[in-house]
């Protein structure tokens, strides 16, 4: 089993900052690639970002020249920088990582998820 726990959501006004967290824990033998999530009411959930375990990224072009992702490998962590936050924004977003366990089974694995809120 792998746990992936997201930190860091909230409340922002419109053009504010905010800095998701993701930290794997459990049967890790070596996480692949990782990501980022959101749904937001009503809709579908739909990938915003995502980066291999050698850091080659992809975003979704609705956050593109705003949001950065990276990763600590030593750490099986995945990190989310927004900047010049939009109120459509506002969604759960949730951590994703395919992951290679002890028994090397392939799974996928999903947070929790963490409430982002922008303001206008």
């Known amino acids: 089993q792998v746990q992936l726990v997201e930190s860091g959501g909230g409340l922002v006004q419109a053009g504010g900052s905010l800095r998701l967290s993701c930290a794997a824990s459990?049967?890790?033998?070596?996480?692949?690639?990782m990501g980022w999530y959101r749904q937001a009411p009503g809709k579908q959930r739909e990938m915003v970002a995502s980066?291999?375990?050698?850091?080659?990224?992809n975003y979704a072009d609705s956050v593109k020249d705003r949001f950065t992702i990276s990763r600590d490998n030593a750490k099986n962590t995945v990190y989310l920088q927004m900047n010049s936050l939009k109120p459509e924004d506002t969604a759960v977003y949730y951590c994703?990582?395919?992951?290679?366990?002890?028994?090397?089974?392939?799974?996928?694995?999903w947070g929790q998820g963490t409430q982002v809120t922008v303001s206008s």
């Open positions: 980066i291999t375990r050698g850091g080659s990224t």
């Open positions: 459990g049967s890790i033998f070596r996480i692949n690639a």
């Open positions: 994703a990582a395919e992951t290679l366990t002890l028994s090397l089974n392939k799974i996928q694995s």
